[in-house]
């Protein structure tokens, strides 16, 4: 009898310990989901400042430099530029066009919201891919990019989807010797 009841206590015990045991990995998974959310808020926000300081960046020095400003603010829509002027054009795109990669490709996987997206497409929505150097910089690109980003791209930027072109024969690039 006395033995039943030792037995009955320790199966109580065990019961309790077994119920706080159930507790504490509840608490546990709950702890774990709050520290990966709020890891995954503070990348989120690292990405979306190591974007913003690069593009301020980019401007500071641009505006830092009186020749290189000048030159952004040339009408670049206007025949009548020097090649080696057609050249800094097709570099500064390809240097905008890099920073939207980037950013669109963090977008997608949700590392930054989509601010910084809009801002980068209103900067190239300023003119950029209109002009001369704008389509045929974006078709060297276009071979590295996947099909969806290709077709958002278009869209956004020349209202449609480009057709394909022989790149050996681009009149463009042969003209600045871009392309042997």
């Not at 808020?41 to 960046?57: D, N, P, W």
Request: hydrophobic share 40%; no cysteine; glycine share 4%.
């Amino acid at each position: 009898m006395y033995g039943d009841k030792i037995e009955m206590i320790m199966n109580d015990i065990l019961g309790i310990v077994q119920i706080i045991s159930g507790l504490a990995v509840i608490a546990s998974v709950v702890y774990l989901a709050r520290e990966v959310s709020q890891t995954s808020k503070i990348v989120r926000a690292q990405f979306g400042h190591g974007l913003t300081s690069r593009l301020y960046e980019r401007y500071f020095l641009s505006a830092k430099d009186k020749e290189f400003s000048k030159f952004l603010a040339k009408d670049w829509s206007k025949d009548g530029m020097e090649d080696y002027e057609y050249w800094r054009v097709t570099l500064w795109i390809n240097t905008i066009l890099v920073d939207l990669f980037d950013t669109y490709d963090q977008h997608r996987q949700n590392l930054i919201d989509s601010t910084h997206l809009k801002m980068r497409v209103t900067l190239l929505k300023t003119g950029l891919m209109k002009t001369k150097m704008g389509e045929p910089t974006w078709r060297i690109w276009k071979e590295a990019r996947d099909p969806e980003f290709v077709e958002w791209f278009e869209n956004e930027f020349f209202g449609r989807t480009l057709s394909t072109i022989d790149e050996a024969t681009n009149p463009e690039w042969e003209r600045l010797n871009m392309k042997n």
